[in-house]
Structure formats: structure tokens, C-alpha cells
């Protein structure tokens, strides 16, 4: 009980953190950009062509890292099923709510994170940052994978 209680706590601390890493990610690449736009304008005021070049290469370069890490953070990004839902870690046994194991959810490739594929009446799906099996008929939990997407 005391180790279910100690990970529920450990987790409801670095999930935020996580969170708010890729976010700080995001708005420092957001000031890169700007920075490389006012470096462009300088040197276009200044009329020195290979200068110019240069900073429309770095400009074009912060764009695509900003561009690449908005996509990284809203593929990885997990949105649960319910509004008010907060992340509680799961156990075997445990019961879920049928929106955690729609097809939304679901793992199409098990394989691809080292788990073994799901059995009949059975699915993978992601919970937070694990991933989970689940029995399609009644919600209950078979098998978890930590911390795993």
C-alpha cells in the first residue's frame, strides 16, 4: 500500500514536469526564432549580402526546430477521455472507465515497445504514460508497463 501510495505521489510530481519541460522547450525556440528574425532585420538594414544569407539560413534553421518540436509535443501529448481526469497509477485488477480503452487509445504495434501481443477480448492501450492491457469486456486491468510512451 505504502509503494502504491509513494509512486501515486512521485508521479503526480514529474508528470507535471514533464509537461512543462516541453512546453519551456517550445517558448525558448519561440524566442530563437524571434531573435533570428531581428538578427535577419539588422543585416538587412545593413545591406551586407552574405550577411543577409547567413541569417535567412539561421532563421529558416529555428523555424524548422520550432516547427519539429510543436509536432513532437502534441503527438506524445496525452489527452485523456475525461475532463476532470488526473493521472492515478494503475494496477493489476484495477478497473477502468470504457473511454480509456476506446480505439482512441489503443497501441496498433506492441511489438514496437517490447510487449507481447494482446490476446482475444484484449488491448494495449496508452494511460498517461504507460501502457496498459485491458479486458474489452469489463474494464480490469491484465498487465502495465510503466512509464513507457
Do not use: C
Amino acid at each position: 500500500m505504502n509503494k502504491i501510495f509513494l509512486v501515486t505521489i512521485i508521479a503526480a510530481v514529474a508528470l507535471p514536469t514533464i509537461g512543462h519541460a516541453q512546453t519551456h522547450e517550445i517558448r525558448k525556440d519561440e524566442m530563437k526564432v524571434q531573435a533570428q528574425h531581428e538578427d535577419l532585420q539588422d543585416a538587412v538594414d545593413n545591406g551586407d549580402h552574405k550577411d543577409i544569407k547567413k541569417q535567412a539560413k539561421d532563421v529558416r534553421k529555428a523555424e524548422t526546430e520550432l516547427r519539429e518540436d510543436r509536432q513532437h509535443h502534441a503527438r506524445t501529448h496525452y489527452v485523456a477521455p475525461y475532463s476532470n481526469w488526473s493521472y492515478a497509477a494503475v494496477a493489476r485488477g484495477d478497473k477502468l472507465r470504457s473511454r480509456f480503452y476506446s480505439d482512441r487509445y489503443a497501441i496498433s504495434d506492441p511489438g514496437m515497445y517490447q510487449l507481447h501481443p494482446a490476446a482475444r477480448n484484449q488491448l494495449w492501450i496508452r494511460y498517461g504514460d504507460d501502457l496498459v492491457l485491458v479486458n474489452r469486456r469489463n474494464g480490469r486491468v491484465i498487465d502495465v508497463a510503466t512509464a513507457r510512451y
